[in-house]
């Protein structure tokens, strides 16, 4: 179970180096969005980064979602795991 803390917090701090990291607020249900959307990197709870077209508002309320960022993903790779572990249990 640390260790899963240790990942989980280790992903946190990375991701928001680079991206914007979703935060509960951003999963509240019936939040308006704008429509605007833009090339940008999505990660997912499964470790997974994906480049996309993406609005940080809408994307963020996605419950498999932990960042969205409108620049390039990490390594600039699409659908590229960045840790081993699910983060979503």
Do not use: H, W
């Not at 429509?35 to 499964?46: L, S």
């Not at 979602?65 to 081993?84: A, F, H, L, Q, T």
């Amino acid at each position: 179970m640390n260790r899963l803390f240790v990942l989980l917090i280790g992903f946190l701090v990375f991701a928001s180096a680079f991206a914007r990291v979703c935060t509960p607020e951003d999963k509240r249900p019936m939040k308006m969005c704008t429509m605007e959307i833009g090339m940008g990197c999505v990660c997912y709870t499964n470790g997974t980064c994906e480049q996309k077209f993406c609005n940080i508002c809408s994307d963020c309320g996605k419950p498999n979602v932990v960042s969205v960022d409108y620049g390039v993903c990490p390594g600039g790779m699409e659908k590229r795991p960045i840790i081993n572990k699910d983060l979503g249990n």
